[in-house]
């Protein structure tokens, strides 16, 4: 077995042969990728078998769903792949020029990180995905997959490195950790130096001990603790299917609502209208303050305003102000995505210019952060942090920046 | 005394009035901040002579001057504060914007951090000019300076908050810590989900313990091991005095160069002309390879070459090829400044290319890695990491941004 330390520095060894590569190329090497993925579909199932053989019994049905691979779903793997040929590449780019009037030119040009480090779960497809949005951002990758899906990986890894081969680029620029023990993560963490960007995917968990012991840098993604807050001035009707859409089109993603605040001037209006368009399909936890409005609720424990519930679950809560529900937002949110449903301009105003979250929705869904939906074209994930990038991360978010100056012998 | 935490949970309260002032208000500030500086410098020169006395035989001769405070260095430091106010102010750009065909509107908004930290040593001066950049970008602020220079800075931050008070900024939206003990530092880095940014500025041991220590988000700031690279192609004047420039022109800060690399086929011309050039003002420190071609030049030790010496001091190594140049920049270089000599424009992409620094120069002196020389007017510190900045950061880099999305009822 190559340990982790090989691995890394075997990838700097061999990450220019990515970092420089042209658009043509990495094109061509995302194009055969996609192709290999296909064409060692075999291989690939066999070590699905593998995975899912070992899960029986540990892991539960619905993990076992995610884990499963199909040759349909190689093939929406190899399709996710070609999805990325037509979006620009995001490197080489001159962000900024300027010529000093003693004749040094300086441009600050688009650059990948280098080597970005990735942390995650069972899904076996975050392998393809991950590997191809590195290579069209020009970064080496290093892969640290969940041990349940690790013969899956590795046989995705080894199509990859294929396709990355037949393109002419060195197969050594991606690799797949070896070792699943929690060590390797760790290495991974405080590979300092050698990793540029380490961005966890998966449970908030994962996501909280990568931030909290990594001596990389990290990018946080992912946690959505989303609120949908109804103002006192409101279209009932159009409040009512927000707050729906928002709870109940995908429950178990980041983007789905798990809290809603309501006005009380509005409560006794649209609690009852939204209780009755549920339709028994999601458990309301509603604190005192809510509880008069709703038939069926049932008191909110102490952290339901804190808990992401991915499910059917919603917490509701009725706040005298526009200014108490910001402050709430706030106190509990994880900073994702946060709606205000209002006609009244000034308080969808207040509440965006307030509301500190990566995405702040006036009169729409919260379900629509994503890289997709936002123009990006793909997601690595989506940041719920500041610094760097926030909220839906593309490609141009997997580049960093230089400063090149051009001079004639200019001293200072 | 207030503690650290009471501080932070203030400045939480308040930040607001600061993260959301318009440009207007956060000028009237900066213009009373530099006012008031001026009107409290003698409470500012007291406050200076405790900490001057408190320091006689503990630190150098050096260090105290550093520390020592004049009605004319008091002056400096206000105009410094006014010079911000004709730069753009960074907040509330609309950095991107689209319309889906659905009618949802996705504007990409600049926003201030929210609160900045900022860990420093003894320079008085930083603490207005950290103020005063933290304001104008929006952000309440919390400094953390060195204990040598608590009074000084006690004095600084009464007479700056008494600035923000006259134009109707909250003045506790700048704080600075009271507690100088390390417990106070260990706070600010693990105060997460309260500081959004923390900037250390200092030596090399302070900016390390942060970065390492570290849970909240850090910018690595400042450590400058620069290298000059000169290839076997050049202009020799132009070579010697890039070399010199770099090297001389002011040693003790971060962008002045450390270590000189030498293409084998021009040491002979080129290494006694600059060893002639320097007319004994710097030791240089030779490896085995550039012996032959200096006079005085002392053997190199082993962390010659990944030492920031901060000083009239060099490193001096002849290397067989641009490649071998390159490699060893990459090795041992802290990612901040690097600089080529050559007349061959080839040689200048590859090197460019593959040096992997925040500005990597062809033909001029590394000594212009500076936001007032690139052009950004002023600047708090120069990044040598790759997420979020790189180089030197300005106003722009101490904000972030969020998209505000908004519609007419759509759901997804």
Do not use: W
């Amino acid at each position: 077995m190559t340990s982790t330390q090989e691995l890394l520095d075997s990838l700097l060894e061999h990450k220019a042969s990515i970092n420089v590569a042209s658009s043509q190329v990495k094109n061509q090497a995302l194009a055969a990728m996609a192709d290999q993925l296909e064409a060692q579909a075999d291989a690939i199932l066999a070590g699905n078998a593998l995975d899912i053989a070992a899960a029986q019994g540990k892991i539960s049905p619905v993990m076992q769903d995610r884990l499963l691979l199909t040759r349909e779903r190689i093939a929406d793997m190899a399709a996710g792949i070609r999805a990325l040929l037509d979006l620009p590449d995001p490197v080489g780019l001159v962000l900024e020029e300027r010529v000093r009037e003693d004749g040094l030119q300086i441009q600050k040009r688009s650059i990948p990180f280098g080597l970005i480090g990735m942390i995650y779960e069972s899904r076996p497809n975050v392998t393809s995905d991950a590997a191809a949005l590195a290579i069209k951002s020009g970064n080496a990758v290093i892969l640290r997959g969940g041990k349940e899906a690790f013969n899956s990986a590795q046989a995705i890894v080894k199509a990859l490195k294929t396709g990355l081969e037949q393109a002419g680029v060195h197969p050594g620029v991606l690799e797949l950790v070896q070792d699943t023990s929690r060590a390797s993560a760790q290495e991974l963490m405080t590979a300092k130096g050698k990793i540029d960007l380490l961005v966890p995917r998966g449970g908030a968990g994962l996501i909280q001990a990568v931030v909290e012991q990594a001596t990389v840098p990290v990018i946080e993604t992912g946690t959505g603790l989303c609120h949908v807050y109804i103002d006192q001035q409101v279209d009932l009707e159009m409040a009512v299917a927000l707050a729906v859409n928002a709870k109940t089109s995908r429950p178990s993603v980041c983007n789905a609502a798990e809290v809603l605040l309501v006005h009380q001037d509005i409560a006794a209006d649209f609690l009852p209208a939204f209780e009755a368009a549920l339709a028994d399909k999601v458990e309301l936890r509603a604190d005192a303050s809510a509880q008069p409005y709703l038939q069926a609720a049932i008191p909110a424990g102490s952290q339901d305003f804190d808990t992401e519930f991915l499910d059917y679950i919603m917490a509701v809560k009725v706040l005298p102000s526009l200014e108490a529900a910001i402050s709430h937002i706030n106190h509990h949110s994880s900073g994702h995505s946060e709606a205000i449903v209002t006609t009244d301009s000034q308080a969808a105003d207040l509440f965006t210019l307030l509301v500190d979250s990566a995405a702040v929705y006036v009169n729409a869904s919260t379900r629509f952060t994503d890289g997709g939906e936002f123009g990006l074209g793909c997601e690595l994930g989506i940041s719920t942090q500041k610094m760097h990038a926030r909220g839906p991360m593309g490609l141009r978010e997997m580049t960093t920046y230089k400063y090149v100056i051009s001079g004639q012998g200019q001293t200072r």
